[in-house]
């Protein structure tokens, strides 16, 4: 792989690394905050322009939300999202053999 490509993929695996960081500094928050735009344009330059669309804009602001609600693991939703389908599955095997003792 070309090294530009390879800087340009390592620098935003580095960004999102240091983002989802249990340990946080303000210095080095905003330094991402700077960082993470040329990052952005070295990767407008090796992709093709159909592959960006809304959602690769947002890394801009991501330093920021940081910033204000501090480390990233507190606010995410996986945990949640992971108890939410436990919940549903639970309710369709449930449902399912209720249908089948009902039914057959």
Partial sequence: ???GIWDALTEI???FR???SSKLNVDHIERLE???VETIC???MIFP???FDSMEHLPV???FEVKVGGPVQYRWMYPFERL??????TFTIKCFYFYFNVFN
């Fill in 34 to 36: 700077k960082n993470i």
């Fill in 42 to 44: 070295k990767l407008e």
């Fill in 49 to 51: 322009l159909s592959f």
């Fill in 84 to 89: 939410d389908i436990t919940v549903v599955m």
């Fill in 18 to 20: 240091d983002i989802c």
């Fill in 13 to 15: 695996s580095h960004f």
């Fill in 1 to 3: 792989m070309p090294k």
């Fill in 61 to 63: 602001h991501l330093p």
